[in-house]
């Protein structure tokens, strides 16, 4: 049977003009494109050529001019403020009107770049909006970011204006965010001439005359600003990739690719329509809330929600599920380290419980793998699709997913399902060979990528072609390993550098985790190769158990080398865990891997500018002292 995904499929491939050309006509031009593809400058892609248009206009104005002004356009939930506010089209709009006025009297026009460093905050999203609508660059930095990196970003993107606010808040914590602000200007060799502040009642920020603003103070006496025609393939925004040194990697979005791609998905994909509560549980600093906090959800004219909180601690593991049942929220993406943590906190769900769930439909992860026992806890106790989508910053929006919109396939457990429309996904050898169906290789996608997509780096058009182009050439390079089986369901088993070599065999640390993840007391792990003198590397695995388990660690220990010999093997060679408290990881919820393996092997490593918490390294420390490694140092 051909479903409705199978015919969008082959459709986007074989026929992207027209594809993609049908899903411009749902949006607003000024002016239509002269081309839907423009392919004269491979491998730089560009769509919608001679288009103009603007990202603000299509998200806010848009609604107001087409009768929805009244529609909730976005909810700020805050329990660390224990703040509810809600804001219409109408009144979004003439927030984004008046901030883009502000931002207008300090001389910002169109391309230049404001960089924005906010907590999770109404106003994140004004400056972001604002931006657009002059057709200024944004780059958002995800707040509390440190200062020596924020520096580095500052020099990178050149900033007009900085907005900022006084400071954000983790759980119970108030972190001032105006001295890391001040110090990174202090570093950085590129000076703004303004930084415009939020003032939050938490904690004043010291102003320094002349060069900082009071966001309240420059959006009062301004005068609202109209949306400024941009063309399409004009840059919406740069957002750095973490963990990066040296000069970072700004991955650039374009208006019109952008627009079009993110409106389609959010149909498509998650299945919503105008008018639904949609709810992205993530951050601004981050991709994931570019494309759906913000810009999606606002193109499809859904409501979004702002939610300035964590999934546990704020108060509790029911978190999620009073924001799902206050709001009446159909869909919601996070993370699947936020369910591990929920997991963690409450194995039996017994929070659920209590809360009215009944609209909600489903439920979708991307960041990391979602290994089976979370899908399956999840699936158990919401009774609802868990779907697992998986895409980059680079990407913008899902490489691969199951498109819920178009066809709801079986989900099969540690698979995103299938490439989604417009990607066209690959495996193939070292030497760009196609690979066997099931057999393991480098994830690919055929050039050019669809709309939505990064069309190149900040300024840096080698660096692009390096990091993305050249490896496999005709290909974009995910820097991912998987396999795709006889069904077309794809595998993203881990990074390419996350295959290990042991005795001459290529393996999987994610096919190990995925063992690991289904005993009953593991609520999170994390396995990775380390050097071994006879084996070249061997697997060590770390596990974080779920609250209230009492028995023996060593127990427990034996029971998952076993599963792992039971179900991968001996080749595996997997004989080495430990227990710890928690695992280090990015403050957007990805392990960091690669620096607890540097630990290991007793390499240098520095404590990477986005981690959650550093205190967590000295724990891995010790944690590895006790099996043997990174003693070195001792």
Same mark, same amino acid.
């Given at each position: 049977?051909?479903t409705p995904?199978?015919t969008?499929?082959?459709?986007?491939?074989?026929?992207?003009?027209s594809?993609?050309? @049908?899903?411009?006509?749902?949006?607003?031009?000024?002016?239509?494109? $002269?081309?839907?593809?423009d392919?004269?400058?491979?491998?730089?892609?560009r769509w919608?050529?001679?288009?103009?248009?603007n990202?603000?206009?299509?998200?806010?104005?848009?609604?107001t001019?087409?009768?929805?002004?009244e529609?909730?356009?976005?909810?700020? #939930?805050?329990?660390?403020?224990?703040?509810?506010?809600?804001?219409?089209?109408n009144?979004?709009?003439?927030?984004?009107?008046?901030?883009a006025?502000?931002l207008?009297?300090?001389?910002?026009?169109?391309?230049?770049?404001v960089?924005?460093?906010?907590?999770?905050?109404?106003?994140?999203?004004?400056?972001?909006?604002a931006?657009?609508?002059l057709?200024?660059?944004?780059?958002?930095?995800?707040g509390?970011f !440190?200062?020596?990196?924020?520096?580095v970003?500052?020099?990178d993107?050149?900033?007009?204006?900085?907005?900022? !606010?006084?400071?954000?808040?983790?759980?119970?914590?108030v972190? @001032?965010?105006?001295?890391?602000?001040d110090?990174?200007?202090?570093?950085?060799?590129?000076?703004? &001439?303004?930084?415009?502040?939020?003032?939050?009642?938490?904690?004043?920020a !010291?102003?320094?005359?002349?060069?900082?603003?009071?966001?309240?103070?420059v959006?009062?006496?301004?005068?609202?600003?109209?949306?400024v025609?941009?063309?399409?393939?004009?840059?919406?925004?740069?957002l750095?990739?973490?963990?990066t040194?040296?000069? *970072?990697?700004g991955?650039v979005?374009?208006?019109g690719?952008?627009?079009?791609?993110?409106?389609?998905?959010?149909?498509?994909?998650? %299945?919503?329509?105008?008018? &639904?509560?949609y709810?992205?549980?993530?951050?601004?600093?981050?991709?994931?809330?570019?494309?759906?906090?913000?810009?999606?959800p606002?193109?499809?004219g859904?409501?979004?929600?702002?939610?300035?909180?964590?999934?546990v601690g704020?108060?509790?593991?029911?978190?999620?599920?009073?924001?799902?049942?206050d709001?009446?929220?159909?869909?919601?993406?996070?993370?699947?380290?936020?369910?591990?943590?929920?997991?963690?906190?409450?194995?039996?769900?017994?929070?659920?419980? &209590?809360?009215d769930?009944?609209?909600?439909?489903?439920?979708? =992860?991307?960041?990391?793998?979602?290994? *089976?026992?979370t899908l399956?806890?999840?699936?158990?106790?919401?009774?609802?699709?868990?779907i +697992?989508?998986w895409?980059?910053t680079?990407?913008?929006?899902?490489?691969?997913? %199951?498109c819920?919109g178009?066809?709801h396939y079986?989900?099969?457990?540690?698979?995103?399902?299938?490439?989604a429309?417009?990607?066209?996904?690959?495996?193939?050898?070292? %030497?760009t060979?196609?690979?066997?169906?099931?057999e393991?290789?480098?994830?690919v996608?055929?050039?050019?990528?669809p709309?939505?997509?990064?069309?190149?780096?900040?300024?840096?058009?080698?660096?692009?072609?390096a990091?993305?182009?050249?490896?496999?050439?005709?290909y974009?390079?995910?820097? +991912?390993?998987?396999?795709?089986?006889e069904?077309?369901?794809?595998?993203?088993?881990?990074?390419?550098?996350?295959?290990? %070599?042991?005795a001459?065999h290529?393996?999987?640390?994610?096919?190990?985790?995925?063992?690991?993840? #289904?005993?009953? $007391?593991?609520?999170?792990?994390?396995?990775?190769?380390?050097? #071994?003198? =006879?084996?070249?590397?061997?697997?060590?695995?770390?596990?974080?158990?779920?609250?209230?388990?009492?028995?023996?660690?060593?127990?427990?220990?034996?029971?998952?080398?076993?599963?792992?010999?039971?179900?991968?093997?001996?080749v595996a060679?997997?004989?080495?865990?430990?227990v710890?408290?928690r695992?280090?990881?990015?403050r957007?919820?990805?392990?960091?891997?690669?620096?607890?393996?540097?630990?290991?092997?007793?390499?240098?490593?520095?404590?990477p500018?986005?981690? &959650? #918490?550093?205190?967590?390294l000295?724990?891995?420390?010790e944690?590895?002292?006790?099996i043997g490694y990174?003693?070195?140092k001792k």
């Amino acid at each position: 049977m051909t479903t409705p995904y199978d015919t969008a499929y082959q459709k986007s491939l074989q026929d992207p003009d027209s594809f993609w050309g @049908a899903a411009a006509e749902e949006c607003h031009w000024y002016k239509k494109w $002269d081309k839907v593809l423009d392919d004269s400058n491979k491998p730089f892609y560009r769509w919608f050529a001679g288009g103009e248009m603007n990202t603000c206009y299509n998200a806010v104005d848009y609604h107001t001019d087409n009768g929805r002004g009244e529609q909730t356009a976005i909810i700020y #939930d805050s329990p660390v403020t224990d703040t509810v506010k809600k804001y219409t089209y109408n009144h979004l709009r003439d927030e984004v009107a008046r901030f883009a006025g502000a931002l207008a009297a300090q001389g910002v026009v169109k391309g230049d770049r404001v960089l924005i460093y906010m907590p999770m905050i109404p106003e994140a999203a004004f400056a972001m909006l604002a931006c657009a609508r002059l057709g200024a660059v944004h780059s958002v930095v995800f707040g509390g970011f !440190a200062a020596k990196e924020l520096a580095v970003r500052i020099n990178d993107a050149k900033p007009k204006v900085i907005v900022s !606010a006084s400071c954000g808040i983790e759980v119970a914590r108030v972190i @001032a965010y105006k001295p890391l602000l001040d110090e990174a200007i202090n570093i950085a060799d590129f000076k703004p &001439d303004h930084c415009i502040i939020k003032q939050r009642p938490m904690e004043a920020a !010291a102003m320094q005359d002349g060069r900082d603003l009071d966001w309240d103070a420059v959006t009062a006496a301004a005068q609202p600003h109209d949306c400024v025609p941009v063309a399409a393939t004009d840059p919406l925004y740069i957002l750095y990739t973490s963990g990066t040194t040296g000069v *970072p990697k700004g991955v650039v979005r374009d208006n019109g690719g952008h627009l079009v791609a993110l409106k389609w998905t959010m149909g498509n994909i998650y %299945n919503v329509n105008t008018g &639904d509560v949609y709810w992205a549980a993530s951050d601004v600093g981050w991709v994931v809330g570019h494309s759906y906090i913000v810009y999606a959800p606002l193109f499809k004219g859904c409501t979004t929600i702002i939610f300035e909180g964590k999934p546990v601690g704020t108060p509790d593991a029911g978190a999620f599920w009073r924001v799902i049942a206050d709001h009446k929220v159909k869909v919601m993406f996070t993370a699947p380290t936020a369910f591990r943590a929920i997991k963690r906190e409450d194995p039996q769900a017994e929070l659920i419980q &209590d809360y009215d769930l009944s609209e909600f439909k489903a439920l979708f =992860l991307a960041g990391e793998r979602t290994d *089976p026992d979370t899908l399956k806890w999840a699936e158990n106790n919401l009774k609802i699709p868990v779907i +697992d989508h998986w895409w980059q910053t680079e990407t913008g929006w899902a490489i691969a997913a %199951n498109c819920l919109g178009l066809h709801h396939y079986p989900v099969k457990e540690g698979s995103p399902t299938k490439a989604a429309p417009g990607w066209n996904l690959q495996v193939v050898d070292e %030497n760009t060979n196609p690979v066997k169906a099931g057999e393991i290789g480098a994830l690919v996608v055929k050039l050019p990528l669809p709309p939505g997509s990064l069309p190149s780096l900040w300024n840096n058009d080698q660096g692009f072609l390096a990091a993305y182009m050249e490896e496999f050439p005709g290909y974009y390079k995910t820097a +991912d390993a998987g396999f795709i089986d006889e069904d077309g369901y794809v595998f993203v088993m881990s990074r390419t550098d996350d295959i290990i %070599n042991t005795a001459g065999h290529r393996l999987s640390t994610g096919a190990m985790e995925e063992v690991l993840a #289904d005993h009953p $007391d593991v609520a999170e792990c994390a396995v990775l190769g380390v050097d #071994d003198q =006879l084996k070249g590397q061997v697997p060590i695995g770390f596990l974080v158990l779920n609250a209230g388990v009492e028995r023996e660690t060593a127990d427990i220990i034996k029971e998952v080398i076993q599963m792992v010999r039971d179900r991968i093997g001996p080749v595996a060679s997997f004989k080495t865990a430990t227990v710890v408290k928690r695992l280090p990881k990015t403050r957007s919820g990805k392990i960091l891997r690669g620096t607890i393996q540097k630990i290991a092997d007793n390499k240098p490593y520095k404590a990477p500018a986005t981690i &959650d #918490d550093p205190v967590i390294l000295d724990e891995m420390e010790e944690a590895l002292n006790q099996i043997g490694y990174a003693k070195s140092k001792k």
